[in-house]
Nanobody, 119 residues
């Protein structure tokens, strides 16, 4: 079992920045690929970014590529999402999730943190 707790959300003006954090506890954090997802009101949850267990590989949704950066610190059991040049359409609840290295799906999810970008 892995417990995930997100933090760092808030209200920011368009063009601003936020850094989300996701602290993990439980099973060995470094054995999991980690991802960030988001869900806007009235929309389905969508993929934002992922980082491999080692931190060596990352992948991003086209909508955030060049603006968001995912990273992890395995010594702190934490994954981050640095969000720059924020747009109103980035407004959503952001979730982090953990995927076992050999799993085909994300097995553990946090409770989410709200990000609101005003125009």
């Amino acid at each position: 079992q892995v417990q995930l707790v997100e933090s760092g959300g808030g209200l920011v003006q368009a063009g601003g920045s936020l850094r989300l954090s996701c602290a993990a506890s439980g099973r060995t954090f470094s054995s999991f690929n980690m991802g960030w997802f988001r869900q806007a009101p009235g929309k389905e949850r969508e993929f934002v970014a992922t980082v491999s267990w080692s931190g060596g590989n990352t992948n991003y949704a086209d909508s955030v590529k060049g603006r968001f950066t995912i990273s992890r610190d395995n010594s702190k059991n934490t994954v981050y999402l640095q969000m720059n040049s924020l747009k109103p359409e980035d407004t959503a609840v952001y979730y982090c999730a953990a995927q076992g290295r050999f799993s085909s799906k994300y097995d553990f999810w946090g409770q989410g943190t709200q990000v609101t970008v005003s125009s």
